[in-house]
Structures are given as structure tokens and as C-alpha cells.
């Protein structure tokens, strides 16, 4: 059992006494009075319920600043987004490329838009993707695809959840008509089932077509996670729609091996004179480098193994209308940087699990819309494409601040962008 640091905790005047005589009970203790301030419980979108809420906040703050004139003729608009609108936060919007990609789906150079708030962040970007492209663009393959919901069943014994998982691998086609009556455009791909003890969780992967589908995925389990407790021989002593086994919006080691969203791998080969002209470095070293991080990765526990995919897919999705806490999922996934036959550098990228969508989610709004028309990548038949950008995207921030610390510039850059 960890011990207590007394002087750390006294630093932190936890056990200083109190010179207004309150009691450190009396400071923690629950509150029952009214708020102050209370808000229109209405979540939806309407001139009036706007006009009380800002009514309240006003005092707070700048209306104008929050909402201002551009979001309010289009705030209805935001209605199947977010529930007590007040107005929008201005994000500053990068643009990065141009960026060839040899893609399966994505043939193209892309211009690709990046909002962060993060100084040195788009030049990082930017500098991998002239990389690419000089070297005749980066090789994207999306290799699988699938989202998944995982609805658990538990008994009271080992002997009741076999018969039930019995039962349920004689229900596919029925499970299938049920999910998918639901959308028109999602299909149940698999149902694969996992037995921990007496609980039984089932783990429903569906193809989502354009849509990044977690809603989709949801419904759609729903309606055969509610058939199943009508019509099961077994009745189950409790069950949950969801039982945490799918890694929705959380990093985990079963999808390095499999998908979630979609599977994409990149690669690129760059001769050792590209290298020393965009990076200042050269192949030998970023090798190196690669090697000792890979050790440090292992050494913190990490699953997979990158430099920073955060960055590049945190700003691609705010930029883009994406799900951004899927961003905690989708930055699993593994950097290789090798010496090719020609002394140069072979680095890839594996991202398995990629959530983006080109149709539903906040892609129909203003601003996203506009992001994703500057790559050509709204609508129907581009997510398998964005996906492949997203990718060699990511690709680029690793060889560009890969070539920063074996130069020893990642430190120069950010003094110089960020101050």
C-alpha cells in the first residue's frame, strides 16, 4: 500500500489549519441550496430558448464573441449536434500540403486542413508532406474495416451461459435482418462471442458504408440486444448493451491485431539526399532513433508504437466534423523506419483504427463541410479515402519530428513558432 507524503500533502495545504474556522468536513461536504443560475431546460434550438440562455449568460461573458452573427443565421443547423447551444468556439485552421497519396481510394494531392491551437504543429505537417510528395507520394492501402458494439449477458452458472451461446450462433441470419432493419446503410459482418466465466459478451462488427456509424452501430444493437432478452431460452440473470469489450473511444491492445473504424497502412522511400535536405539528418540515425523509442514505448507500457498521431488526427477530426474523442483510439498504431536496399529510408505507418465518416455526424456543418471540400472529400464514396489520407498524413508528422530530434531541431522549432 502506497504511503502517505505528509510535506507533499501539507505543500498542498490539505492539512493546514483553517483561519476562518471552517472545518475541513464542513469544506467538503455536499451543498443543497438552489444554483444561482439556472438554464432553460429545453436542449433543442429555437430563437427563444437562445434568447433565455444568453439571458442568463450575458453577464458572463461576450455574446458576440460566441455567437456571432455567421452562427446564429445558422444555428438550427447545429440542432442533431449538441443540446444547449449557445453558440461556436473558433478554432484556428491550418492548411498542410500539398500531400501525395497513392492510395487504393485516395489518388490525389491533397491539401489538407488542421485545426489546433498548437504552435509548430501544421509546419510539422507541412514539412512531411512536401517529404512525401517530392519523394512521388506515400503507398496507402486500407486493409479492413468494421465497428463494433459489445452487449454482455451474464448467468448464474457456466452450465446456463453455454446453452445460451448454444443458442446464439443458430441466430446469425436472424440477428442480421433485425440490425439491419434499422439503417440503410450499415451491415452486421460478424458476431463473434467471448466467455469470460458465466458472462457471455458478444461482439456485433458491422460495415458503416460512409458514415464514421457509431450511432448507426448502437441502434442497430439495440434492437437485436432487446430481441435476445425477449426470446432467449436462457434468461439471463442481467444484461448491458454495451460491455467495454469493443474500445470505443478508448486505446486497447485487441484492435492492433484487428479493426476498429478502418484499418489503414501507408509507406513511403525516401533516398538518403531527401533526407538530408527536408530533415537535416539521415536514414542511419532516424533508424536509430526508432529503435530506442520503440525500447521506451515498451518500457511505458504503450500500445503499438508512434511518435505523435494524436496531433495529426486531434486536428483532422476538429477540422473535419470527425468524433474527436475517438481520437484516443484512433492514435493506436505502429511507426517502422527501415534501411531499404539503396541505403534509404522505407517508413510506414499501421493505424487500425481509424473512425472517420464523409457523411452524418457534425461533416454537414459549415465549417467542417468547407474542410473536407478543400480535399474533395465530403459526401458519399469518400470514407475509405479519407481514411488513406488520414494515414499518410500521420506518416508525414512522423517523419518530420522524427528528422527534429535527430537534428536537434524539435526544440528550436517550437521557441521559434510558439513564442
Known amino acids: ?35 444561482q443560475v439556472r438554464l432553460t431546460p429545453s436542449p433543442y434550438i429555437t430563437e427563444k430558448t437562445l434568447a433565455k440562455r444568453w439571458n442568463k449568460l450575458d453577464s458572463l461573458t461576450d455574446k458576440t464573441v460566441l455567437l456571432d452573427e455567421q ?8 440542432n ?22 497513392n492510395g487504393l481510394y485516395a489518388n490525389d494531392d491533397f491539401l489538407i486542413p488542421l485545426a489546433t491551437t498548437e504552435a509548430a504543429l501544421v509546419a510539422s505537417y507541412n514539412r512531411g508532406a512536401q517529404l512525401i510528395t517530392a519523394a512521388g507520394g506515400a503507398s496507402a492501402m486500407l486493409i479492413n474495416e468494421g465497428v463494433t458494439r459489445t452487449p454482455v449477458f451474464s448467468f448464474d452458472s457456466l452450465a446456463n451461459a453455454g446453452q445460451f451461446v448454444a443458442w446464439v450462433v443458430t441466430q446469425y441470419d436472424h440477428f442480421k435482418r433485425i440490425a439491419e432493419s434499422t439503417t440503410s446503410h450499415g451491415k452486421l459482418h460478424d458476431i463473434n462471442v467471448n466467455i469470460e ?12 458504408g460512409d458514415a464514421s456509424g457509431q450511432n448507426m452501430v448502437t441502434i442497430a444493437t439495440n434492437e437485436v440486444y432487446h ?13 448491458f448493451l454495451d460491455g467495454n469489450l469493443s474500445g470505443d473511444k478508448k486505446p486497447n491492445a485487441n484492435t492492433l491485431r484487428h479493426v476498429r473504424g478502418k484499418k489503414v497502412t501507408a509507406e513511403v ?24 523509442t520503440t525500447t521506451g514505448a515498451a518500457l511505458s507500457g504503450g500500445i503499438g508504437v508512434n511518435a505523435h ?29 527501415v534501411l531499404n536496399e539503396q541505403g534509404g529510408l522505407h517508413a510506414s505507418v499501421t493505424l487500425p483504427n481509424l473512425m472517420v465518416g464523409t457523411v452524418g455526424g457534425g461533416t454537414g456543418l459549415p465549417t467542417q463541410k468547407a474542410c473536407l471540400d478543400i480535399m474533395g472529400l465530403h459526401g458519399s464514396g469518400n470514407a475509405k479515402s479519407l481514411a488513406e489520407v488520414a494515414a499518410c498524413l500521420c506518416l508525414a508528422g512522423e517523419l518530420s519530428i522524427v528528422g527534429a530530434f535527430c537534428a536537434d531541431h524539435f526544440s528550436r522549432a517550437h521557441q521559434k513558432l510558439a513564442r
Do not use: W
Not at 309 to 337: F, P, W
Open 1 to 35: 500500500m502506497p504511503k502517505l507524503n505528509l510535506s507533499r500533502l501539507n505543500q498542498h495545504h490539505f492539512l493546514q489549519p483553517d483561519q476562518h474556522s471552517h472545518t475541513l468536513e464542513q469544506k467538503l461536504s455536499p451543498r443543497f441550496e438552489r444554483p
Open 71 to 78: 452562427t446564429q443565421a445558422h444555428a438550427e443547423l447545429y
Open 80 to 101: 442533431k449536434n449538441i443540446e444547449h447551444f449557445i453558440g461556436t468556439v473558433k478554432v484556428p485552421v491550418g492548411v498542410a500540403g500539398p500531400l501525395r497519396v
Open 197 to 208: 466465466a458465466s458472462q457471455v459478451y458478444l461482439v456485433f462488427e458491422y460495415h458503416t
Open 227 to 239: 430481441y435476445i432478452l425477449e426470446h432467449s431460452p436462457i434468461t439471463p440473470t442481467e444484461a
Open 269 to 292: 522511400h525516401l533516398s538518403k539526399e531527401l533526407v538530408e535536405k527536408y530533415l537535416h539528418t539521415s536514414p542511419e540515425k532516424m533508424v536509430r532513433f526508432g529503435q530506442v
Open 309 to 337: 498521431y494524436a496531433n495529426a488526427l486531434a486536428a483532422l477530426y476538429i477540422a473535419c466534423g470527425q468524433d474527436a474523442a475517438c481520437v484516443a483510439e484512433s492514435a493506436v498504431g505502429i511507426t517502422r523506419m
